[in-house]
């Protein structure tokens, strides 16, 4: 009912910065928080940032201050700015959401993640 197609990652110098965004398609009714989270090899998955649709955000320690979530409600759609990249950040981004979907009348949310993004940085 509801996909999200994640876009942006690739291969980056230390220092270097690239852009992830992510789209929700579907039967959306409305989208509560929408987020980014990685997972790095052999560690487990970890929040990165997160962005309400009022739009106050959160971000992990470990990033902030170098990236910036931000989101365009009318497009169903997610961004961040990766600035300052450091080797460390090298992980798998995926998108989630908490999407708000009308079935049979009634309207409930629902949690959907993206297929995620390979982010790269070099040393």
């Known amino acids: 009912q509801v996909q999200l197609v994640e876009s942006g990652g690739g291969l980056v110098q230390t220092g270097g910065s690239l852009r992830l965004s992510c789209a929700a398609s579907?039967?959306?009714?409305?989208?509560?928080?929408m987020g980014w989270y990685r997972q790095a090899p052999g560690k487990q998955r970890e929040l990165v940032a997160s962005i309400r649709s009022g739009g106050s955000t959160n971000y992990a320690d470990s990033v902030k201050g170098r990236f910036t979530i931000s989101r365009d409600n009318a497009k169903n759609t997610v961004y961040l700015q990766m600035n300052s990249l450091k080797p460390e950040d090298t992980a798998v981004y995926y998108c989630?959401?908490?999407?708000?979907?009308?079935?049979?009348?009634?309207?409930?949310?629902?949690?959907?993640w993206g297929q995620g993004t390979q982010v790269t940085v070099s040393s």
């Open positions: 989630n959401a908490d999407v708000f979907i009308v079935s049979s009348g009634l309207l409930n949310s629902y949690d959907y």
């Open positions: 579907g039967s959306i009714f409305s989208i509560n928080v």
